[in-house]
């Protein structure tokens, strides 16, 4: 199949007809979330109203949270590059979000609880990415025996250090969207409750292979987990495409699922459309799920396993997070009050409470989480500006590749 002529797959004609008798009749899938079952900690705090359900105000408490601006300078796989094409975390919530959103709309599931999932779950992440995050797991758990997750970090971002009263959906459908890695199909799991949820929080926090088993509670979380792998899986390879020296990188191959993004994310959506309609479950094809799987073995040999990618990455960005880490929690020990970690984190974290529930963070958070929760917080160029600032005078190996250059 040539590149150059992409097959855009359609829903057969006769789901399309099935699809539009129910629109017609305002069928909604039996199986969808409920607002009026939305669950909070605090029930008494953010009550639904018919201009504000409760999913919606889940959306809104996300997007005016104290650090969903920060996703605009968090990078995706590419880092250290002056190049706007490149996807950054901002983008990448909002592609899985319309990804979802299509397709939970075309199943009649809660479109707001779809939204409100894909926005969150990425609020954890660290500056430079998956490298990032492994770094600083490696940090943390040789420090405490404890992990760091970003989808965990997600939750507790607004859970715990920001008391959101997010609805437990939510929170749920942000920590179970980096679980149930290589299934063909998600089929919801029963919701337990506040008290069920946050043991299995803890459990990832102590089980690094936790995570990997999760599985959400409604088929809307199902819906954005599958959504970040097609959201990213396209976006990545056209990113890579984009780098001016990416010679490195050979033409990728069409699977049949397509080599573009675009094509990509099209023929995957119909295929997940196709297969789940009217059923308690979010599901490929053997064709597609092959595909997919395929494209993301392709992805990790060409790009997430890049040794030129991962040397840089070892050498140069890991000793930084280790001396970053080592110095912010000197600092915090000291009791040093006009040290960065103070005035730029803890400070920031009281400030931006508002009027939820007032915490004592620093009395209920151990030295080493307050520094774990202000480097996931950074974004890259804060990141480097930081570890400047503390470290004047040091080369740190890194620069960014220009807009410009011979």
Not at 19 to 39: G, K, V, Y
Not at 155 to 165: A, I, K, Q
Not at 184 to 203: H, I, T
């Amino acid at each position: 199949m040539s590149r150059n002529v992409p097959t855009y797959r359609r829903l057969s004609d006769s789901l399309q007809a099935q699809i539009r008798a129910d629109q017609q009749q305002n069928r909604l899938s039996p199986w969808r979330a409920l607002d009026d079952e939305a669950l909070r900690r605090n029930p008494a705090r953010d009550i639904a109203n018919l201009h504000r359900p409760a999913f919606t105000r889940d959306v809104e408490k996300i997007i005016h949270s104290a650090y969903y601006n920060r996703y605009s300078d968090k990078t995706q796989v590419f880092s250290l590059y002056k190049n706007d094409d490149l996807t950054r975390r901002a983008l990448h919530v909002q592609l899985v979000s319309r990804a979802a959103r299509t397709i939970g709309k075309t199943l009649g599931l809660n479109l707001d609880l779809i939204e409100a999932i894909a926005l969150g779950h990425d609020m954890g992440h660290t500056p430079f990415g998956h490298a990032g995050e492994r770094f600083l797991n490696e940090i943390f758990h040789a420090n405490t025996g404890r992990y760091f997750q970003h989808n965990v970090q997600s939750v507790r971002f607004l859970d715990e250090v920001f008391n959101y009263n997010l609805s437990l959906q939510t929170l749920d459908g942000i920590l179970c969207h980096n679980g149930e890695f290589g299934l063909r199909a998600y089929k919801p799991a029963p919701l337990q409750g506040f008290a069920s949820f946050d043991c299995l929080v803890e459990e990832c926090k102590t089980d690094i292979d936790r995570t990997d088993h999760l599985i959400a509670s409604t088929l809307e979380a199902c819906v954005v987990r599958i959504c970040d792998m097609i959201a990213y899986v396209g976006k990545d390879r056209q990113d890579a495409e984009r780098i001016t020296d990416a010679a490195l990188l050979p033409e990728y191959s069409d699977r049949g699922i397509g080599a573009s993004n675009a094509v990509i994310i099209n023929n995957l959506t119909v295929d997940i459309i196709e297969q789940s309609y009217g059923t308690d479950k979010i599901q490929l094809s053997l064709e597609g799920w092959s595909e997919l799987e395929d494209i993301k073995r392709e992805n990790y040999l060409l790009l997430y396993d890049n040794p030129d990618i991962n040397r840089f990455n070892e050498q140069r960005i890991r000793p930084l997070f280790v001396a970053l880490y080592e110095r912010l929690l000197a600092d915090l020990k000291r009791g040093d009050e006009s040290s960065i970690i103070w005035k730029h984190h803890i400070r920031f974290i009281e400030q931006h409470q508002g009027y939820y529930e007032h915490h004592n963070y620093l009395e209920k958070t151990t030295p080493d989480q307050v520094v774990t929760d202000f480097i996931a917080s950074m974004t890259d160029d804060y990141f480097i500006d930081l570890y400047n600032y503390l470290f004047p005078g040091e080369d740190t190996g890194l620069s960014y590749v220009p807009y410009f250059k011979d």
